[in-house]
């Protein structure tokens, strides 16, 4: 059991490591248009995917445990150092017990509280920042952040208008609570959420089985008003982005990299062009793996890491936004 004491609030919360893994199976655009009225063109031109990774053989656990192990390895860090595992997913393999635990199970991080928190494409950031103020507000110091995802099984194959959109991976960080003279580290950290507009990008549950309640069964496939959720995501995400520099005391163009949800390219140009910065600083991986949900902004920066785009000192804005509606960014020195 961990027992958490409240001392630390001194404490760089800093990015040790990162790691991520995709199903072997891969879907082109020319493919889906084989199951359903679509084209490469149409997909390509309104979103930036061209492919995305199906799970067949692998699992959203089996995803998350070759993520973390891989994020481990890259901090060098060992499993038992791990005090806190935080994994956020809309698709975990079942209710219980959860995939955080999960994780644990699979790695031996025999000394850590696991648990889940879902916050949709924005839930690696929610669980970035829970695992940063746990560090900040306690004794622990390492903590597995994880997020990982198979769409596949809750999107309608028969639904051209969400189908050709997401894509299943895990991504993972280490993050550790470090005393530095340097300005390293997690910055500044915003979210936020807005219930009020929860119908425009929902998924029901399983169907209920409780012979107490006469009910029709819930809607159990992702449904989208996409206009909707397009344009909450242009007008959030500017802001988000500017609120956490600002927290951050850094101007926009003091950062390196503007690390966003892939949820659609066209999305991160409006917000480039709102923010006055170059595309060239807004990284996407989404033409090779689509919306990964909660698995997307640490897959993205594991490939940027990988591309050695990423060295100590680098500036980087993570920024994320989803169903809930939910929203969230942070700063954060390398
Ligand atoms: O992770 C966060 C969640 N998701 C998002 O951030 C998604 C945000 N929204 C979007 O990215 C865009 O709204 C979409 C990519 C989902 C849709 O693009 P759009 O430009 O808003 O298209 P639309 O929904 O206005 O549809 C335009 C047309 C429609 O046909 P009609 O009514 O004009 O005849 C659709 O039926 O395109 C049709 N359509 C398709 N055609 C071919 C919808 N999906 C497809 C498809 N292939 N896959």
């Known amino acids: 059991m ?12 800093v990015m040790k490591g990162t790691g991520s893994a995709v199903p072997k199976r891969r879907v082109t655009n ?11 063109e149409w997909i390509a031109s309104r979103t930036g995917i061209r492919a995305r990774h199906i799970a067949v053989e692998e699992t959203t656990t089996s995803l998350a445990v070759e993520a973390a192990e891989k994020a481990l390895d890259d901090a060098d860090v060992k499993a038992e150092e791990i005090d806190l595992i935080i994994a956020s997913t809309v698709t975990p393999d079942q209710f ?12 031996g991080a025999k000394n850590a509280a696991a648990f889940d928190v879902n916050a949709a494409c924005s839930g690696f950031l929610f669980a970035l920042n829970t695992a940063a103020m746990y560090l900040k507000g306690s004794g622990a110091k390492t903590a597995l952040i994880v997020g990982a995802e198979t769409l596949s099984k809750i999107v309608d194959w028969k639904d051209r208008s969400t189908c050709v959109l997401f894509g299943d991976g895990a991504g993972a960080a280490v993050i550790r609570a470090e005393e530095l003279d340097v300005c390293s580290g997690i910055l500044s950290m915003v979210q936020g959420s807005d219930g009020t507009r929860g119908g425009a990008l929902k998924c029901g549950g399983r169907p209920l089985n409780n012979p107490f309640v006469t009910q029709q069964a819930a809607q159990a496939y992702v449904s989208m008003d996409g206009q909707e959720v397009y344009r909450f995501a242009v ?11 600002d927290e951050a005391g850094m101007s926009l163009d003091e950062i390196d990299l503007f690390l966003l949800h892939q949820a659609n390219v066209r999305i991160i140009e409006a917000a480039a062009k709102q923010l006055s910065q170059p595309m060239e600083k807004f990284p996407v991986n989404l033409p090779e793996y689509g919306n990964l949900s909660a698995a997307s902004v640490p897959v993205l920066l594991d490939y940027v890491r990988k591309q050695g785009r990423i060295q100590s000192g680098s500036r980087l804005v993570l920024a994320g936004f989803g169903a809930g509606m939910t929203w969230s960014g942070a700063v954060v020195v390398w």
Do not use: H
Not at 2 to 13: A, E, G, K, T
Not at 30 to 40: I, K
């Open 2 to 13: 961990r027992v958490f004491d409240l001392f630390n609030i001194s404490m760089n919360i």
């Open 30 to 40: 020319e493919e889906l248009g084989r199951m359903v009225d679509t084209s490469d």
């Open 96 to 107: 219980l017990p959860n995939l955080a635990c999960e994780v644990q199970a699979a790695i």
């Open 235 to 245: 007008r959030t995400v500017p802001k988000v982005i500017r609120q956490a520099a």
